[in-house]
């Protein structure tokens, strides 16, 4: 199931994407660390409505942002199409102890609907 993310949610989805950040660092894959994701983005992806948790029964096992923000870094870059209603991905985390089983897949196709 997934749903929008409650800010109850977040010490869970911390634990996760630690755990994510972890497993990436094993295998030579620099993208997170211990400082990225933190909680305060975490915090302001759920006041902006655009956090998203995937549970498997009562457990989050996973989250997903999907935002409509454009960062900073995404200013200079020349996009094939006008950036009048893009939709941005962001923070995409599947727990180690569930990945290779299609959740990741579950998430993205629920953010492209």
């Keep these: 199931m997934i749903r929008k993310a409650r800010l109850t949610d977040i010490d869970n989805?911390?634990?996760?994407?630690?755990s994510c950040a972890r497993?990436?660092?094993?295998?030579?894959?620099?993208?997170?660390n211990e400082y990225y994701p933190n909680k305060q983005a975490f915090i302001n992806d759920v006041k902006r409505n655009e956090l998203y948790?995937?549970?498997?029964?009562?457990?989050?096992?996973?989250?997903i942002v999907v935002s409509s923000?454009?960062?900073e870094e995404y200013l200079p870059i020349q996009w094939l199409t006008p950036n009048d209603n893009n939709v941005?991905?962001?923070?995409?985390?599947?727990?180690?102890e569930y990945q290779g089983q299609g959740?990741?897949?579950?998430?993205?196709?629920?953010?492209?609907e």
Aim: hydrophobic content about 45%; charged content about 20%.
């Design 88 to 96: 941005y991905i962001h923070r995409v985390a599947i727990d180690p």
């Design 23 to 32: 497993h990436m660092t094993s295998k030579g894959i620099d993208q997170w």
């Design 53 to 63: 948790v995937l549970k498997d029964q009562n457990k989050i096992i996973g989250c």
């Design 13 to 18: 989805i911390i634990v996760i994407t630690k």
């Design 103 to 112: 959740y990741a897949q579950k998430l993205m196709t629920f953010a492209e």
């Design 69 to 71: 923000f454009m960062d």
